[in-house]
């Protein structure tokens, strides 16, 4: 069956440009989760949706950066006035919720801030 | 907060060897202990899920080993393949359903 689909898989950004990072989880997938992974570290957790609902967003690192999941599929990362920093792998997984917690994971967006 | 560490941070080893990847975690008190392996502008692959009631799981050639008690998870590769070459992350959960705390992974190059 079909994964966790991301768009676009690469994505150059001039330094001041908003940017919209797309996640298709899993059909039926209850949880769903960003995550930011710099060069050369681990992923970094950033938020996570329960169907709609934003439960934890303890990891975004500014208001520059938010997430959503109108409809309790897709789910769209949005950061704003993007600066150099925020060059990273976004990678996305989501989980069927409940006690079937494992995470399934996209392939990332890459992103680059020029 | 959670903090974890994995050593060494690279590895290389001509093919045939054995691999062991070192995973370490400053709190006990984890749901599950997990290792991926990433290819180079890859998504994340599950090799194998720890339960923290289990002290080891197996799959083919790779072993991993869990000791809450001292915060420490081991990832053995027998008999190591190049195609075994790639990055391999440790990750902790709390609780089922919460996020994943990862180690900032070991990069392993197998050479022929």
């Known amino acids: 069956g079909a994964g966790v689909s991301q768009s676009p898989r690469y994505k150059v950004a001039k330094r001041g440009q908003d940017v919209a990072l797309r996640c298709d989880p899993i059909?039926?997938?209850?949880?769903l989760f960003w995550y930011q992974q710099a060069l050369g570290q681990g992923p970094e957790f950033l938020t996570y949706?329960?169907?709609?609902?934003?439960?934890?967003k303890s990891g975004l690192p500014s208001d520059r950066f938010f997430a959503e999941r109108p409809e309790g599929s897709v789910s769209t990362l949005k950061i704003q006035r993007t600066q150099q920093e925020d060059s990273a792998v976004y990678l996305c997984?989501?989980?069927?919720?409940?006690?079937?917690?494992?995470?399934?994971f996209g392939p990332g967006t890459r992103l680059t801030v020029t | 907060k959670q903090e974890v560490t994995q050593i060494p941070a690279a590895l290389s080893v001509p093919e045939g060897e054995n691999l062991v990847l070192n995973c370490s975690f400053t709190?006990?008190?984890?749901?599950?202990l997990q290792w991926f392996r990433q290819d180079p502008g890859k998504g994340l692959t599950s090799l194998l899920l720890?339960?923290?009631?289990?002290r080891e799981q197996t799959s083919g050639r790779l072993n991993a080993s869990l000791d809450k008690s001292s915060g420490r998870s081991t990832l053995y590769i027998a008999a190591s393949q190049p195609g075994d070459s790639a990055t391999y992350l440790c990750?902790?959960?709390?609780?089922?359903?919460?996020?994943?705390?990862f180690g900032g992974g070991t990069r392993v190059l197998v050479k022929p």
């Open positions: 990750a902790v959960i709390k609780a089922a359903g919460n996020k994943l705390t």
């Open positions: 059909s039926g997938h209850v949880s």
């Open positions: 949706f329960q169907n709609e609902a934003q439960l934890d």
């Open positions: 720890i339960q923290s009631s289990q």
């Open positions: 997984a989501s989980s069927l919720g409940g006690r079937q917690w494992e995470q399934y």
């Open positions: 709190d006990s008190a984890i749901y599950n």
